[in-house]
């Protein structure tokens, strides 16, 4: 079966860095997508890879390794703001998306 | 402002009633889902649409039904709501299927009683 792995919770303190990790098991791989979602809203798009390496957009990075079906976003300079769920998602080789669960960051002052 | 409508944001519903979600998108996308998202589970595909006047079940398609007569509506109805499909629905679009960034609406909670 297809599976993403992420944790389900982490903390982390304002200003300070975090890394969420994905891991996928998936029929194929055609890109690997982060979406951000607070409390009580819709996902909204972070990043996408698809070549092995490290994409960096401001405060954010993402990072992938294709031979070793893993993903992690990293996050910077931490703010109150970032405090939201992150969801990891992979296109698989039928170009469907296969979510994972979702990792709940919590950041504390 | 460009976006992705669903209508209602949330219901309060009988169970065997028969409800139909709304959803606009005015950003002439392709393709279209629909999505449950429960604690815990992450997002579930129900039904998609890759284009116009074709759909195709997801994941957890039972006790759905979609239909996708022009690029921009894409509703999702549930024949006889049962208590197991509260939950909070997520309309989205992409440019094209798979490979595109999704757009979400802004989700329906539903509660069916």
């Known amino acids: 079966g297809q599976n993403i792995d992420q944790p389900t919770e982490m903390t982390a303190t304002e200003g300070a860095i975090v890394q969420i990790n994905c891991t996928y098991q998936?029929?194929?791989?055609?890109?690997l997508f982060w979406y951000q979602q607070h409390a009580g809203e819709a996902p909204t798009f972070l990043s996408y890879?698809?070549l092995d390496g490290l994409e960096e957009k401001g405060r954010f990075s993402s990072f992938l390794s294709r031979s070793k079906g893993y993903s992690y976003l990293l996050l910077k300079e931490l703010q109150m703001k970032d405090s939201a769920s992150y969801l990891c998602a992979v296109v698989d080789s039928n170009y469907q998306l296969i979510w994972g669960a979702g990792t709940k960051l919590i950041i504390k002052p | 402002i460009a976006g992705i409508t669903q209508a209602p944001t949330s219901q309060i519903l009988a169970a065997g009633r028969r409800m139909t979600l709304r959803c606009t998108q005015d950003m002439r996308h392709n393709a279209m889902y629909w999505y449950r998202q429960d604690l815990g589970l992450g997002l579930r595909l129900i039904h998609y649409s890759n284009t116009a006047g074709t759909t195709g079940k997801g994941e957890v398609p039972d006790g759905y039904s979609v239909s996708r007569a022009n690029t921009d509506d894409f509703p999702l109805t549930l024949a006889s709501a049962v208590p197991s499909q509260t939950s909070v629905y997520f309309c989205a679009s992409s440019e094209s299927a798979g490979e595109a960034q999704l757009f979400f609406g802004e989700g329906s909670r539903l509660t069916v009683l």
């Open positions: 890879n698809v």
């Open positions: 998936t029929s194929g791989f055609n890109g």
